[in-house]
């Protein structure tokens, strides 16, 4: 390797280690993180479902830093599934369900971000919990681009017939049940 | 479907309208059962679950 590839590859990291420089003698300070919960293979997590817990945490102490839920709409269907994404595109608009927190951090932390739901009463059984972890610089806000995405797998299933504790009678022998429910990507 | 923990029936629900899916279950013995109701997409390894119990007198 020349001395002059060396230098191209240390080169663009020297902005980054001045940041962490800068952060890590900095006073404390406020710092947003925008979260978003997506259904793989399908749009955002939005009001629509009852919205999402978020809750972030310190990873290393556990202390809660900053909680609330995931509210808005769903998202332009035709950008998020029939619209191929290059690389630094963002699939989002002004009105696609978020939580934007504010952690109030004195040097870098790394956090766990933890995303439960969907919260609507109809989805109780689709319920799952989603969580990730990143490091979170003092001051360095985290809402570039469609923010923190977290996936969510799974279908939302609203079993609506037979009802809760349902009960029938045999008659010639038998007894016939409907049942039906609503099918979704959460 | 169950009844007393023991599997006693499948049956592959219709796609009727949009997200909606039906079927019809037939029991033929009294007692307590449990619906248990899959959805599964091996394209996408998207997959749910949800339960209902049925009494038979």
């Keep these: ?109 790394l956090v766990t971000i933890e995303a439960a739901g969907p919260l609507g009463p109809g989805w109780k059984q689709s319920s799952e919990k989603v969580s990730t972890q990143l490091w979170v610089i003092p001051g360095k806000n985290l809402t570039g681009g469609d923010g923190i995405v977290l996936d969510f797998y799974g279908f939302a299933i609203d079993f609506t017939n037979p009802g809760d504790n349902a009960a029938v009678s045999l008659s010639g022998g038998k007894a016939e049940v409907g049942i039906k429910a609503m099918i979704a990507m959460i | 479907m169950k009844l007393n923990d023991e599997i006693v029936d499948n049956v592959v629900m219709s796609n009727t309208n949009s997200s909606i899916y039906e079927g019809k279950l037939v029991l033929k013995k009294a007692g307590k059962y449990e619906v248990v109701l899959y959805a599964y997409d091996p394209a996408t390894n998207n997959t749910g679950v949800a339960k209902k119990s049925i009494t038979v007198k």
């Design chain 1, 1 to 109: 390797m020349t001395e002059g590839s060396i230098m191209r590859k240390i080169v663009p990291l020297l902005p980054v280690m001045m940041l962490f420089m800068a952060a890590h003698t900095a006073d404390a300070a406020q710092t947003k993180i925008t979260v978003r919960a997506k259904a793989v293979d399908a749009k955002f997590i939005g009001s629509k479902m009852g919205g999402i817990q978020i809750t972030i945490k310190d990873a290393e102490s556990g202390k809660v830093l900053a909680e609330g839920k995931i509210e808005g709409d769903t998202g332009d269907g035709k950008t998020i599934m029939e619209t191929p994404v290059k690389r630094g595109d963002s699939i989002v608009d002004a009105k696609t369900a978020k939580f934007d927190a504010v952690v109030d951090i004195s040097e870098p932390r």
